[in-house]
């Protein structure tokens, strides 16, 4: 009952920051708002990574989040204590979020503990991040705060869907590790290099990135690259799906299709890549503070994927095709799942 109220109260300070935060006088006028979709019914399966909720808030751009009245009295102290993200003379942006993502074994059918598969797992939060940014460079930090475990509500959303879908019941979430309060800070710098071709025409970029994560929910350190080519390319740091500090979506300058003309349209198409050395991941280690089940994780993974972007007007849209390599030992195969995002800037 206790974990009940906190997700509740996670949610009303997301709300409660959201609404903070609005009032105040930016920059610039121009928040983005994201949602992202993420499941592998898009490779005709059912198992591991299957699904992936997130709805993310981008501020409007800050001239000095740690100097000004735009977050609570309490949290200044800390932040001008943060590292990368207080350099003097760059934009800033405060994003909020609020995901879910769910994780079964391969048969949903068994309702008995399939050992030599990974746990069922389902992860509720609220994310908190601050960003830095010049035409360059981005330094993203973010908090993530939530529950793992039944609290998480992974498997009555996952049953609901099933049923309104009239797919197989999901049978084993008697076997999901158990109840965890969640905590995850996360660091990631992206860079924006190569930019060729002026608004208007062909062009394209290379955005590279290096970062890390710290916590009970998951321990890494990661790296990887975009590459962008189409017409008109979006002023950002690229294609965003649900990691921690992936939020890329708000755009950079004023020479971005979604802020110079309304009329405007980007198309593009683009590849990345992550790879991933990990020490620590709940959803495969299991509980932290108590017995759960478990299995032998891999320390180096990693995704590759391709996909498209499509601006009109001050929305952007992009799906992207992703293989995620084996995450633990005795997994047979390599998984592969597609993900959406939508974000408007307003």
């Not at 992936?52 to 932040?79: F, M």
């Not at 290096?210 to 294609?239: K, M, Q, S």
Request: proline share 3%.
């Amino acid at each position: 009952m206790i974990n009940k109220y906190l997700v509740l109260l996670l949610l009303i300070m997301g709300i409660a920051l959201a609404l903070r935060l609005e009032v105040c006088e930016a920059a610039k006028d121009d928040g983005t708002f994201s949602f992202y979709f993420e499941n592998d019914l898009f490779a005709s399966t059912d198992q591991h990574y299957t699904n992936g909720l997130k709805l993310s808030w981008i501020s409007h751009d800050l001239t000095d989040y740690a100097k000004s009245d735009r977050l609570p009295e309490w949290s200044l102290p800390i932040i001008r204590r943060l590292p990368f993200i207080n350099e003097q003379g760059l934009q800033r942006n405060v994003a909020l979020s609020i995901g879910q993502s769910m994780y079964t074994p391969g048969d949903i059918s068994i309702r008995s503990l399939i050992k030599d598969d990974r746990p069922y797992a389902g992860w509720t939060y609220f994310g908190l991040g601050l960003h830095s940014k010049n035409e360059r460079r981005l330094d993203s930090m973010e908090i993530q705060i939530g529950i793992v475990g039944p609290n998480s509500y992974a498997e009555q959303a996952q049953k609901l869907v099933h049923e309104l879908r009239g797919c197989q019941t999901p049978n084993g979430w008697d076997n999901q590790i158990k109840n965890e309060l969640g905590l995850a800070v996360v660091y990631e710098r992206r860079w924006r290099f190569f930019h060729s071709g002026p608004v208007d025409k062909t062009g394209f970029d290379i955005i590279p990135h290096l970062g890390g994560a710290l916590g009970n929910v998951y321990t890494y350190a990661n790296a990887g690259i975009e590459a962008r080519i189409g017409w008109n390319l979006p002023r950002d740091f690229g294609t965003s799906l649900i990691r921690p500090a992936g939020d890329s979506n708000a755009p950079l300058n004023s020479k971005d299709s979604r802020l110079s003309n309304a009329q405007d349209f980007s198309l593009y198409a683009f590849a990345l890549a992550d790879g991933r050395a990990v020490l620590q991941n709940i959803f495969l280690d299991g509980n932290t503070f108590t017995d759960s089940h478990n299995v032998d994780k891999k320390y180096f993974t990693g995704d590759i994927g391709v996909g498209v972007g499509l601006i009109i007007g001050r929305f952007k849209l992009c799906y992207t095709h992703v293989l995620k390599t084996k995450e633990f030992k005795g997994q047979k195969d390599n998984q592969t799942f597609g993900s959406i995002t939508l974000a408007f800037t307003y």
